[in-house]
């Protein structure tokens, strides 16, 4: 295994179905997860499976059918949990039960009631429960964003001593700025004396709009997993991004990470996801926003114009996109006006795009994007007053 590659794990089917109004049912869990593995990430959370009956028929069902991946079952730190994540996970080639418990103060005081050696005992039993169903365990640290750092690489140190092959530090509410996170990593690696026995996961949310930008501090700094959704989605403002850390993966190459991601099937599998979720994608989405790729202002368009890479760092083909879009507005300049007229089939010179142009701003002011057919149209009228 290379010590450069960062393992994608997609919660889509888990954290990201939590979104209200986004629940799948199994045959849709199932067309996603074929696709997920297409895609190329390595692990896919299928699901919560003690959670009601038909979660665990889609992990169970998913189990069957994921023949590179691995398919995971999430799990609370309590037994029964753990054994009907490993019978829904019984015909999988490669199961993952991820348990765990909160480790923060706020957690262990306000939810558990409880003090920081009974959760650390809690923690270290529930590895080892679901260490007699798979060989791998993955071990999250609920709220570990907000965890004291001494305390949670005695955790970290007692589950991968109890057998946990992951250990996962969430940055559960969002709270973290990116160097604090890098921080909390670079610390279990230097301080946890067993961290060579396992990976560190990175499982942010986007609260405060900085999961992406924290997980690869996270990679950064020596973990080798980032768990993330679609489109972003999850629970509040949403999980990290897929799309996002495998494309700035991909384009800092600075970095010296890969992933396994097919990244021209980003824009596809994210419209799937849309349309099956029944969860829009806001138009200035990174990567996969309708709008990711247009340009509208004239001083864009024309750099854009001259040489794509003058306001795209990234090809769209690279992404599945379809390539850009020079939207027409009241914004736009002579060159966009003058590359559409030719794209239309009309041979404009420049003072004929002069004067189009005068009344080709005079229809922008009135529409929020001139089309093909208004195009068409200021030509046919210009061409008739000109052959008159």
């Given amino acids: 295994m290379s010590a450069n590659k960062v393992h994608i794990f997609d919660t889509t089917l888990r954290d990201g179905e939590q979104v209200p109004g986004c ?33 665990f028929a889609s992990v169970n069902e998913i189990s069957k059918i994921i023949k590179t991946a691995s398919v995971c079952g999430l799990t609370r730190a309590v037994q029964k949990d753990i054994e009907v994540a490993a019978e829904a996970l019984k015909y999988a080639q490669h199961p993952r039960i991820h348990t765990g418990i909160g480790t923060s103060d706020l957690h262990i005081k306000s939810k558990f009631n409880s003090t920081q050696d009974e959760i650390l005992k809690r ?60 921080e909390k990593i670079a610390y279990l690696v230097n301080n946890v004396p067993n961290i060579d026995k396992a990976i560190l996961s990175c499982h942010c949310h986007n609260d405060l709009g900085l999961a992406t930008a924290n997980s690869i501090a996270g990679i950064m700094a020596g973990a080798r997993q ?30 010296g990470f890969y992933t396994n991601i097919n990244s021209k099937q980003l824009n596809p599998l994210s419209q799937l996801v849309s349309d099956t979720m029944r ?33 795209e760092s990234i090809n769209p083909d690279e992404v599945g996109a379809g390539g850009s879009k020079i939207v027409l507005t009241a914004r736009s300049g002579r060159s966009a006006l003058a590359h ?11 003072n004929d795009i002069d004067v189009l142009y005068s009344r080709f701003v005079l229809v922008a002011d009135n529409k929020k994007e001139v089309k093909d057919e208004d195009l068409k149209e200021l030509a046919k009228n210009y061409l008739q007053v000109i052959t008159a």
Avoid at 289 to 306: P, V, Y
């Fill in 23 to 55: 629940k799948l049912n199994t045959k849709e869990k199932i067309e996603l997860a074929l696709k997920l593995e297409e895609l190329g990430v390595d692990i896919i959370e299928a699901g919560f499976p003690i959670s009601s009956p038909g979660d």
């Fill in 123 to 182: 923690a270290v039993q529930a590895v080892k429960w679901a260490k007699n169903f798979v060989d791998d365990v993955e071990f999250y640290a609920e709220d570990a964003g907000r965890t004291g750092n001494e305390y949670l690489a005695r955790v970290t140190e007692a589950v991968i001593k109890a057998g946990a092959t992951v250990v996962n530090i969430p940055d559960t509410t969002g709270y973290c700025l990116p160097h604090q996170y890098g």
């Fill in 226 to 255: 980032i768990e993330c959704t679609i489109n972003g989605l999850g629970e509040r403002a949403g999980n990290t991004s897929l799309e996002e850390v495998v494309m700035v993966i991909k384009q800092h190459k600075s970095l």
């Fill in 279 to 311: 969860m829009p994608v806001q138009p200035n989405k990174a990567i996969v926003g309708s709008n990711a790729f247009s340009h509208s202002s004239g001083i864009h368009q024309d750099g854009f114009l001259k040489d794509s890479l003058t306001y």
């Fill in 340 to 350: 559409r007229f030719h794209k239309l089939g009309f041979e404009f010179v420049r």
